[in-house]
């Protein structure tokens, strides 16, 4: 079996030399929390499938139940239209295989969405993701690769929080909303489609967010257990609602681009 994801060679490849210095007992622990041969079997098993199709099988591993509706609000996939499909972002792994798989299937594969460069590692998720490392050099590329994916002919699917939800004031809700989505969708003429999808992580995960938020850490912790998260939400069923496309003609001058961010996010959240 290939190891597609070896937590040894990621530290080397980040840390160089100083790599060795991490106490074994530490590699161990992070080979376990992201689920290092859990994860790497089914990369193997699922080798011969890449985009839509990985994605449904992941869904399948994973043992999910989709409840969809408004699956009519649909825009249909042969109307000649573009458009840029919006989600709130619960579980930050999950979620987004899973509505790439319902985008995916009903536009034949022609979607595309902006992720961590680190799940580039993922042979099957690669062909539908133009990579983001907001930390790095990519990060200066953003603007560039943002532009790309709109002057594509492919669907956009986008989380606008960038990070998964985090609990604020006792409530399961997304950090607010950037206003990319807004401007590049009123410049190349994209209605805008809200999903929201409904789910969570455990408290725990949402206790290691706010530690690190409070303490003012510039690397985010809490994605380190995402992966343990997705295997804790194995086998239940998650409410996906799809309302009506949004005109881009909407987002107006009356309002700024973050403003109207906050009204697509309002709109997400009454599905």
Same mark, same amino acid.
């Given at each position: 079996?290939?190891?597609? #994801?070896?937590?040894?060679?990621?530290?080397?490849?980040?840390?160089? $030399?100083?790599? %060795? +210095?991490?106490?074994?007992? @530490?590699?161990?622990? +992070?080979?376990? &929390?992201?689920?290092? $041969?859990?994860?790497?079997?089914?990369?193997?098993?699922?080798?011969?499938?890449?985009?839509?199709?990985?994605?449904?099988?992941?869904?399948?591993? +994973?043992?999910?139940?989709?409840? #969809?509706?408004?699956?009519?609000? @649909?825009?249909?996939?042969?109307?000649?239209?573009?458009?840029?499909?919006?989600?709130?972002?619960? +579980?930050?792994?999950?979620? %987004?295989? =899973?509505?790439?798989?319902? &985008?995916?299937?009903?536009?034949?594969? !022609?979607?595309?969405?902006?992720?961590?460069?680190?799940?580039?590692?993922?042979?099957?998720?690669?062909?539908?993701?133009?990579?983001?490392?907001?930390?790095?050099?990519? %990060?200066?590329?953003?603007?560039?690769?943002?532009?790309?994916?709109?002057?594509? $002919?492919?669907?956009?699917?986008?989380?606008?929080?960038?990070?998964?939800?985090?609990?604020?004031?006792?409530? &399961?809700?997304? @950090?607010?909303?950037?206003?990319?989505?807004?401007? !590049?969708?009123?410049?190349?003429?994209?209605?805008?489609?809200?999903?929201?999808?409904?789910?969570?992580?455990?408290?725990?995960?949402?206790? *290691?967010?706010? *530690?690190?938020?409070? @303490?003012?850490?510039?690397?985010?912790?809490?994605?380190?257990?995402?992966?343990?998260?997705?295997?804790?939400?194995?086998?239940?069923?998650?409410?996906?609602?799809?309302?009506?496309?949004?005109?881009?003609?909407?987002? $107006?001058?009356?309002?700024?681009?973050?403003?109207? =961010?906050?009204?697509?996010?309002? &709109?997400?959240?009454?599905?």
């Amino acid at each position: 079996m290939e190891k597609t #994801i070896d937590i040894d060679k990621i530290l080397h490849d980040k840390m160089g $030399d100083k790599a %060795g +210095l991490v106490p074994r007992f @530490l590699v161990k622990w +992070l080979k376990g &929390i992201v689920h290092e $041969d859990e994860v790497n079997r089914y990369l193997w098993e699922s080798r011969d499938k890449q985009g839509t199709d990985w994605l449904e099988e992941c869904v399948r591993y +994973l043992r999910m139940t989709l409840e #969809i509706e408004g699956a009519e609000n @649909l825009p249909p996939k042969d109307d000649g239209r573009l458009y840029t499909f919006v989600s709130n972002h619960p +579980l930050g792994g999950a979620d %987004g295989v =899973a509505l790439g798989a319902v &985008i995916g299937r009903h536009y034949d594969g !022609k979607f595309r969405y902006l992720v961590n460069d680190l799940l580039m590692s993922l042979p099957g998720l690669a062909p539908v993701c133009i990579p983001i490392n907001k930390t790095g050099k990519q %990060g200066r590329d953003f603007p560039r690769m943002v532009e790309a994916g709109f002057t594509s $002919d492919n669907h956009m699917l986008m989380f606008p929080a960038g990070l998964c939800s985090r609990k604020i004031n006792g409530e &399961i809700h997304d @950090l607010p909303w950037k206003k990319t989505f807004i401007a !590049k969708s009123v410049e190349y003429q994209r209605d805008v489609v809200p999903i929201h999808f409904g789910g969570r992580n455990s408290d725990k995960f949402y206790r *290691i967010a706010n *530690i690190c938020k409070a @303490l003012n850490l510039k690397f985010n912790v809490a994605m380190l257990f995402l992966v343990d998260e997705m295997y804790k939400n194995v086998d239940k069923t998650f409410r996906v609602s799809i309302g009506k496309p949004i005109p881009w003609q909407t987002f $107006d001058k009356s309002r700024t681009p973050a403003e109207w =961010a906050q009204y697509v996010e309002d &709109i997400v959240y009454t599905l």
